[in-house]
């Protein structure tokens, strides 16, 4: 049995179709998750104190609290993640930038990379 059903002025299924899933995930990643990852590294940076995922201890995830000269690198790696990804997702396709999008995944990638060594040298290392 099919039903015939009005259709409103307004159908979410319409809006839906014409969001392409390029612009749903430039949206998600550029600026849904970057947004807030860039801001609380802003915040670790200036205030000098980061709460951080630091394992699993008896199930649970743990969080550390890092204060000083760790939490600005927390604050660092957290910024320059949320820069490489909003750059990626939200820019790659922009005509003005786009000659440049290369050397600027480029740049975030070295700096990212350079972040995680030295986080795992300093976590190696206990300085």
Known sequence: M??????????????????????AQRWLFGIAVAAPAGLYGLICIITQHAYMP???RSGFTHIAEHHGSRAIEDGLLLLVAALLLHFYYFWREHSKVEPYADLIKGIG???????????????????
Not at 10 to 22: M, P, Q
């Open 2 to 23: 099919s039903r015939k059903t009005k259709r409103t002025g307004f159908d979410v299924r319409d809006v839906l179709a014409r969001i392409s899933y390029d612009d």
């Open 54 to 56: 630091a394992g699993r």
């Open 109 to 127: 990638l070295v700096a990212l990379i350079g972040m995680c060594v030295f986080a795992a040298y300093r976590a190696l290392s206990h300085i």
